[in-house]
């Protein structure tokens, strides 16, 4: 029987939003390993807009879910409307969207919170022992998520991974094309494009991450 994952975006576009390639690649190894697939996003304003072109903040206001329709095809539903039950596992992708949309880590660090609808359906995940995968700077959310001690990465960037330390989670160094898998509590992480200089060398942990993922589900 296939397994059934809910996939959270956080938007559209690396620098406010999920990261498109990180995005893809998950829902393109899930479709190869026959998962079915549903994405969520939290229906709430972006922080902010940036025009990708010139790296540049403009003034106008976009709505996450509405631009993470883009890259799910438009078949996406309110975060809200998710319920763990009806999945056997979790995984968001990356992007400055985590720590800007899902969460307030790229403005709060360490004193970040998450996104009250996205927590509470990441807290369903936990509670219930689904695993769940989190890619690129989404690990940030962990501690959040599973409370002190548990175990990620998001590679090696030391000011990063002192942020997750002082929040209570237990950072590893990681190699752009491996994984970090918290057994006791199956949170699988990896870092991508907190490493990645090429969208395939972001594919080989995402590759692995969705593998493990299913795994454990």
Do not use: W
Request: glycine share 10%; net charge negative.
């Amino acid at each position: 029987m296939s397994k059934k994952v809910a996939v959270i975006l956080s938007g559209c576009g690396v620098y406010d939003g999920s990261e498109i390639y990180e995005s893809v690649l998950t829902l393109l190894r899930l479709d190869q390993r026959g998962a079915q697939v549903q994405c969520f996003a939290p229906n709430v304003p972006q922080l902010h807009v940036i025009d990708h072109y010139r790296g540049e903040e403009v003034q106008e206001s976009r709505n996450v879910l509405v631009e993470a329709a883009r890259l799910a095809r438009g078949n996406i539903k309110d975060v809200r409307e998710g319920k763990v039950e009806d999945f056997d596992a979790l995984i968001l992708p990356g992007g400055f969207g985590a720590a800007k949309n899902l969460s307030d880590f790229a403005v709060s660090g360490a004193n970040c919170t998450v996104q009250p609808d996205v927590l509470a359906f990441a807290q369903a995940f936990a509670r219930a022992g689904k695993p769940v995968g989190l890619i690129c700077i989404a690990p940030a959310l962990a501690a959040r998520i599973y409370g002190p001690g548990v175990v990620c990465t998001i590679g090696n960037d030391p000011d990063t991974a002192a942020a997750l330390t002082k929040m209570g989670a237990q950072h590893e160094n990681c190699a752009v094309d491996e994984i970090v898998v918290d057994t006791e509590r199956k949170l699988v992480t990896t870092p991508a494009y907190m490493l990645a200089k090429s969208i395939g060398e972001t594919a080989g942990g995402i590759n692995k991450l969705v593998d493990r993922v299913l795994e454990l589900a």
